[in-house]
């Protein structure tokens, strides 16, 4: 069915047709609508969940947690702030290997306090143990929503997907939503896993764990996330057999024969995506790499990608305070280490707090990445575009 | 449709967002691809805001700002005077605005030389129908009538139908706001 929502709904929609058994959350802005609206729905009796209304995004984790841990099926939602507050919960969530999915609206951190979009929040998170999906728009992020569902109990690890905060999260769009009877019958029953409530197999979760075991065990998460991407590709395909619409883990666009490439995430790639037209119309040859799964990091697949490219510009939305650069940034260079072929790159860090990023700055970008496939030359890694200074 | 994008000026309170929200979904309804989505600064009741629109007969990927739109809906005639309504205005642009002035006193003002101009008194229709200034609604009529972008009866049903789910206990003001469109439609000039 063709709607028009905007992402807070979408992914509200998609949470009340996943029907999870529990939901604990805390609003924050721009998130608020998720929780609102998925609060209405219990209140009107159109999911069976039960609904925790906590304290603290701190507490709606925990609570997340213990459902999980109990064997339920279990969803939540936060930004910024939230997640920041929750980020003690997201460690624990993940080492004990619970399928839990987060909706996260981004949102830069403060100070200064601001409400509008970044990545700096979800980034923060990136250590913690959590499957990372970032969307472009309301349709994916919709989409994602209830893949998530089905990645989380594959992989029984806790999954966050991302929408840009305000672009996205307040923009109305247009997209097609499934039939709840589709959802339910593709998501099914959660598949039996160990739980606390399992009275013929008591378990213990959480126990204290020391020199003995605390390693094994550590080592056993890194081995499960190691192993999680084939889970969300058999995702991302099935969900194409069933329903059409396909997302790969590094979504590309008119990269085939192109000289340049500039990587991104979120949003904004929808932009570049119109600036890699204008300026295909133009006869240079740019194309796109949007970072759709960044945990866990598709180290082989980027790395098979980027070393045909005379040169790369990476566009990040969050800067990682080291000195460094941004995320994508940092990652992609980890990554290209002793590949055989190293195309140039340079960093663009953009976008902080909400600000705007113009189809010409987008241009500008590209034109500069094509002058560094030229000459192979980058003078200034790491730049700051749209700010003033 | 080749990519149409369109800029709503209002103050805090006059439902500048509803406005942009309602058109984008009749938009929807003839199949198009729509965006809408409001300009989010400090807000308060009576400043100046903006929402805006996307509408395209091919998917629309653009996410970033709309800095030159073809369309722009003004639903405060003071704004005219506060805020550069027509900024980044194409020669070929159109400019519908709420006020009690003439086209061309509006146009003189505005500075405009190419671009259309058309007025409307909605406020004076807000108040005969829905007893209150909220110019929201009767500005779509005059934005179809002046642009004939989208069906105005399409348009009507879909917004009746859209404010019947808002209002879901208030029939009566569901009339008075499709009675207001009604007005503005016809009553809009150039």
């Known amino acids: ?389 | 449709m080749p990519l149409l994008e369109i800029r709503w000026h209002g103050r805090g309170g006059q439902g500048a967002k509803t406005a942009a929200l309602l058109f984008a979904d009749a938009a929807l309804e003839t199949g198009k691809y729509i965006q809408a989505f409001p300009e989010y600064g400090p807000e308060r009741m009576g400043a100046p805001v903006q929402a805006f629109n996307r509408l395209s007969d091919e998917p629309i990927h653009l996410h970033c700002g709309i800095k030159s739109p073809k369309i722009v809906v003004v639903l405060d005639p003071t704004l005219a005077e506060t805020v550069n309504i027509t900024e980044g205005l194409p020669e070929d642009g159109v400019v519908v605005i709420n006020t009690t002035e003439s086209p061309d006193a509006m146009r003189e003002k505005l500075g405009l030389t190419k671009q259309k101009v058309f007025t409307v008194d909605a406020s004076k229709i807000a108040k005969e129908t829905l007893g209150r200034d909220i110019p929201n609604t009767p500005m779509l009529g005059a934005l179809i009538k002046a642009t004939g972008i989208l069906n105005f009866d399409s348009m009507l049903k879909s917004v009746e139908e859209k404010l019947k789910k808002k209002f879901p206990n208030n029939p009566e003001l569901v009339a008075k706001n499709i009675e207001a469109i009604k007005k503005a439609y016809q009553e809009v000039g150039r």
């Open chain 1, 1 to 389: 069915m063709i709607v028009a929502r905007t992402g807070n709904e979408a992914m509200a929609e998609a949470m009340r047709q996943v029907n999870p058994d529990v939901v604990a959350a805390y609003p924050i802005t721009p998130a608020t609508e998720i929780v609102q609206i998925f609060s209405s729905f219990v209140h009107d009796g159109l999911v069976d969940t039960k609904f925790v209304a906590v304290e603290s995004e701190h507490s709606a984790m925990s609570a997340c947690i213990g459902a999980a841990a109990a064997g339920a099926r279990v969803m939540t939602g936060t930004a910024s702030q939230g997640l920041a507050l929750m980020h003690e919960m997201l460690f624990i969530a993940a080492a004990l290997r619970l399928p839990i999915v987060l909706c996260v609206v981004n949102r830069s951190l403060s100070a200064p306090i601001n409400i509008h979009c970044d990545h700096s929040d979800t980034l923060a998170s990136r250590d913690s143990g959590w499957i990372q999906i970032y969307t472009e728009n309301s349709q994916e992020a919709y989409d994602s929503v209830i893949q998530a569902v089905k990645i989380s109990e594959r992989a029984l690890l806790p999954v966050m997907v991302t929408i840009d905060g305000f672009i996205i999260s307040h923009g109305m769009e247009r997209i097609d939503i499934l039939d709840d009877r589709e959802v339910r019958e593709y998501l099914g029953e959660p598949p039996k896993r160990p739980n606390l409530l399992d009275i013929d197999k008591p378990i213990t979760m959480g126990p204290l764990d020391l020199q003995d075991y605390f390693f094994e065990h550590k080592r056993s998460e890194i081995e499960g996330m190691n192993t999680s991407l084939p889970h969300i590709e058999a995702v991302a395909r099935e969900y194409k057999e069933r329903f059409g619409r396909y997302y790969p883990v590094i979504d590309t666009y008119r990269i085939d024969d192109a000289e340049v490439a500039v990587m991104a995430m979120g949003s904004a790639a929808g932009t570049a995506k119109v600036v890699v037209d204008r300026m295909r119309e133009k006869g240079k040859k740019v194309g796109l790499i949007r970072m759709r799964v960044v945990r866990p990091f598709p180290k082989n697949y980027l790395k098979e990608l980027i070393q045909g490219f005379a040169a790369v510009g990476i566009m990040d939305r969050s800067d990682t305070l080291s000195t460094l650069g941004g995320h994508l940034y940092v990652e992609t260079r980890a990554v290209l280490y002793r590949a055989s072929h190293q195309p140039p790159i340079k960093n663009y860090i953009y976008g902080l707090g909400g600000r705007d990023i113009s189809l010409e700055e987008i241009e500008e970008i590209f034109e500069e990445v094509l002058e560094i496939g030229k000459s192979g030359k980058v003078t200034e890694p790491v730049v700051y575009k749209g700010v003033r200074e």
